[in-house]
């Protein structure tokens, strides 16, 4: 069975970081490319951050370069989200994605006060 969930989300002010997790099971997580969404209030699902397998490819939205950093453990079947001098623009509901495969995690959210 697919598992993909997220943690480490929360509350932070503008200007703090977080880091998020999401940890897998059910697939061959190493051969996967691994991707963060992320849902604003009234906006549509975009992608933050892909990372390729086994780690040497990163992409990041406009939006999020050289703040954000997504890196993977592939041992621990797990991807990672660092997220540096966050915005309040930055709230939304952040998703963990396994593309080949097209599994969703739930969710978490992420709120940034001003």
């Known amino acids: 069975q697919v598992q993909v969930k997220e943690s480490g989300g929360g509350l932070v002010q503008a200007g703090g970081s977080l880091r998020l997790s999401c940890t897998t099971s059910g697939f061959t997580f190493a051969n996967y490319v691994m991707r963060w969404y992320r849902e604003r209030p009234g906006k549509e699902r975009e992608m933050v951050a892909s990372?390729?397998?086994?780690?040497?490819?990163?992409d990041y939205a406009a939006s999020v370069k050289d703040r954000f950093t997504i890196s993977r453990d592939d041992p621990k079947n797990t991807v990672y989200l660092q997220m540096n001098s966050l915005k309040p623009e930055d709230t939304a509901v952040y998703f963990c994605y396994a593309w080949n495969g097209g599994y969703w995690g739930q969710g978490i959210q992420v709120t940034v006060s001003s």
């Open positions: 990372i390729s397998y086994g780690g040497e490819s990163t």
